[in-house]
């Protein structure tokens, strides 16, 4: 069951690289999560993989993501929920949906960030 859903949120994560609506991270996180309790060998491929792995060890270490990817999920999350606001035709959908990014966006915030310490591959 844990090796099921966490290919399916592999595969959702790889989506959400193209699909902007679809967030990569949350999908990585939670793969990683059934992984390292459904298949050791799995979650090690998941955290050495060259894409995915720095920011899943970085969550997993310390709580923290990379500056950049913050920055790049702030900017996903405003244009994916500004275009669902300009969609969607009743007023209360639209406050509800900037309600949802409101919250969304100052909790996403306030969660640490850290630094590279060296211009290597595994920190950028």
């Known amino acids: 069951m844990l090796l099921s859903v966490g290919w399916i949120c592999v595969a959702l994560g790889v989506i959400g690289i193209f699909l902007p609506l679809l967030p990569t991270t ?11 309790r459904g298949s050791p060998r799995i979650a090690k491929w998941l955290h050495d993989h060259p894409k995915f792995g720095p920011a899943l060890n970085n969550w997993h270490q310390h ?13 996903c999350i405003v244009a994916s929920f500004c275009l669902s606001i300009a969609i969607v035709p009743e007023i209360w959908q639209k406050v509800m ?5 409101t919250v969304l966006l100052i909790w996403f915030n306030r969660l640490r960030e850290i630094e590279p310490v060296a211009h290597t591959p595994e920190n950028t």
């Open 26 to 36: 949350p999908f990585m996180l939670l793969a990683s999560a059934c992984f390292m």
């Open 97 to 101: 949906l900037l309600t949802m990014a």
């Open 63 to 75: 709580r923290a993501i990379d500056k950049k990817i913050k920055r790049r999920a702030n900017i």
